[in-house]
């Protein structure tokens, strides 16, 4: 009898197992197949040229004016057409990997919409997303969302746009003041209207989240070492005339080797190694972004005052070191993102028009830290750091590669949307993984 009853309880609980394991796999399979989409809901966004980069320089400074004034209860006005804020959308999720978005104005509401194109899966190939927001004059507001076909209450989106806002900027609720800072929403037919008010203290939150944001000491301790190592090499050199960046290159990379002990340790090292030559064979002011120069430091060595070129440039050595640090800092959409933007910029009258030698080298210095920072070819760079003073290594011919652009001329061409621009970067990005360094040629 006792038998019985002990063996009817394991049937139960194996049962009660086999529809647990069964619960866990089906809910998050039946949850993808409600928000996920078979065709995408935005297929176009806007264009992104120099007129878009121009504005979005103009309203970024808008709002940082309007966030900082002094003026006792004061409020500022930032007002955008559709076409307007569906340039500053596609601007900014440029450098998000397979996203899309658009911004409409329909029926007195407007209307944000996302799509993400998903992994492969068995479900749903896009994930589409609606915030409808209505006009609102007493507090920020989003009336609906819509995630694939579950619809959700507007404020769900608003409370983890407030969360991820506070992680992000680390700063003391610094997101949840911002989004408290907006005011009301006005919409009349294709126009937006969005009034503000300042947040206290601004300027001073910012330079507390840049701080906050910056690296910890050790890691500040082993960028300023390679800081000091590319400074006593420069001081070696000829005290005038050209210098190639590759020499810096070979030589950094050989004292990264000899500092690593393992896999991990040599990402370390390399990290550190990029940081530094974006600080010494960039610019100082970088280090607002690194935080790890100090005042001792700083007075035993400058950064170099000499030309120090790649392909026998100095602009490309700029945009080849920056690119690598801002790799190992964000990742490299956003800084090839950047990149462009500051070609865009270029474009503008006085500006030295867009070029897609530096889009070379800004892409070069993105690839070359990847390799660096990748626990596959890290220990591997760092092996072959006596052959990284072959230029050739490492960066691609630029030769036939327009620069010079006006916008005028390089909007007429269609763009960094056109066909004439994705020939060139597929040009750049093929160049580059000819590269021996990459090919494993060496």
């Excluded at 800004?362 to 690839?367: K, L, P, Q, S, Y």
């Excluded at 660096?372 to 050739?392: R, T």
């Amino acid at each position: 009898m006792r038998g019985g009853r002990i063996a009817t309880q394991r049937g139960f609980w194996r049962i009660s197992i086999v529809l647990l394991l069964l619960t866990f796999i089906a809910l998050p399979v039946l949850l993808m197949t409600v928000i996920s989409d078979s065709t995408p809901l935005v297929t176009q966004t806007a264009r992104v040229d120099s007129n878009s980069a121009i504005k979005a320089r103009y309203i970024a400074k808008q709002l940082y004016l309007g966030l900082t004034s002094k003026a006792a209860g004061s409020s500022a006005t930032i007002r955008l057409s559709e076409d307007e804020l569906n340039e500053v959308l596609a601007l900014a999720v440029r450098g998000i990997p397979s996203t899309k978005s658009r911004a409409r104005i329909d029926a007195g509401k407007l209307l944000a919409e996302l799509t993400l194109r998903l992994p492969s899966n068995p479900v749903g190939e896009y994930l589409n997303v609606t915030a409808v927001i209505e006009p609102f004059s007493d507090g920020l507001q989003i009336r609906q969302l819509k995630v694939g076909n579950l619809n959700l209450s507007g404020r769900i989106l608003l409370g983890v746009v407030e969360t991820l806002l506070n992680r992000a900027l680390q700063g003391e609720a610094l997101g949840s003041e911002l989004m408290a800072a907006i005011e009301s929403l006005h919409i009349n037919q294709s126009r937006i209207t969005l009034v503000y008010h300042p947040v206290a203290n601004f300027r001073s939150k910012l330079k507390q989240l840049k701080t906050q944001l910056q690296l910890g000491e050790d890691d500040s301790y082993r960028v300023r070492e390679y800081y000091l190592q590319l400074c006593q090499f420069r001081q070696q050199g000829p005290s005038e005339g050209y210098e190639a960046l590759s020499a810096y290159l070979s030589h950094i990379f050989t004292y990264a080797g000899q500092q690593s002990s393992n896999i991990e340790q040599a990402v370390a090292e390399n990290q550190a190694a990029l940081l530094a030559m974006a600080l010494f064979l960039g610019s100082e002011r970088f280090d607002a972004l690194i935080g790890a120069l100090n005042w001792e430091t700083r007075k035993r060595c400058r950064s170099p005052g000499g030309y120090i070129g790649l392909a026998n440039r100095n602009d490309l050595r700029l945009h080849f070191v920056f690119s690598a640090a801002l790799q190992v800092i964000a990742n490299s959409g956003i800084s090839f993102s950047i990149g462009e933007y500051k070609e865009l910029l270029d474009t503008e009258q006085g500006g030295s028009g867009f070029s897609f030698a530096d889009l070379a080298a800004d892409r070069a210095g993105i690839r070359f830290a990847e390799f660096a920072v990748d626990k596959n070819s890290a220990v591997q760079l760092q092996n072959s750091a006596n052959k990284l003073s072959h230029e050739g290594l490492f960066f691609p011919s630029i030769s036939a590669l327009p620069e010079g652009i006006g916008q005028q001329d390089f909007e007429q061409r269609g763009g960094i949307e056109s066909e004439f621009y994705r020939r060139y970067l597929a040009v750049i990005e093929r160049r580059i993984e000819q590269l021996p360094l990459y090919e494993g040629y060496y």
